[in-house]
């Protein structure tokens, strides 16, 4: 099955950033919504970037394209059991653990990020 790694990979960092934060049913309609055309292959950007507007938050999708993603998060230089990731590997999320900070859990399928796998 090909998935909108990306897409999927930036919905789920927007909607941690949004923990603590309700979204409204026409919000929870678009995430579903989303969650089940990134699923299917099909680009989200354009409705991610719409959500994030909807919401007050400036996002550019598609900037990882062609670079580094590791570079652009921060994650060159953290020994491998430092970085967390998608649980179901749907998306190339990752997340980088801070000293006192416990794993956040994936907002689209609810289980906590996992570290990568050798």
Do not use: F, K
Not at 43 to 50: A, E, F, K, P, S
Not at 51 to 69: C, E, K
Request: contains cysteine; charged residues 20%; hydrophobic residues 35%.
């Amino acid at each position: 099955m090909v998935v909108d790694q990306i897409g999927l990979a930036a919905l789920c960092d927007l909607l941690s950033s949004l923990s603590g934060t309700s979204l409204d049913e026409q919000q929870q309609s678009q995430v579903q919504t989303m969650i089940v055309t990134a699923r299917r292959g099909d680009q989200i950007g354009q409705r991610l970037t719409d959500l994030a507007a909807q919401l007050g938050i400036r996002l550019a999708v598609g900037n990882l394209r062609g670079t580094d993603p590791a570079r652009l998060a921060g994650l060159r230089g953290h020994p491998p059991t430092e970085i967390y990731c998608c649980p179901t590997r749907e998306c190339g999320r990752q997340w980088v653990r801070r000293p006192g900070c416990d794993v956040p859990l994936c907002p689209i399928n609810g289980q906590r990020l996992s570290e990568p796998r050798p």
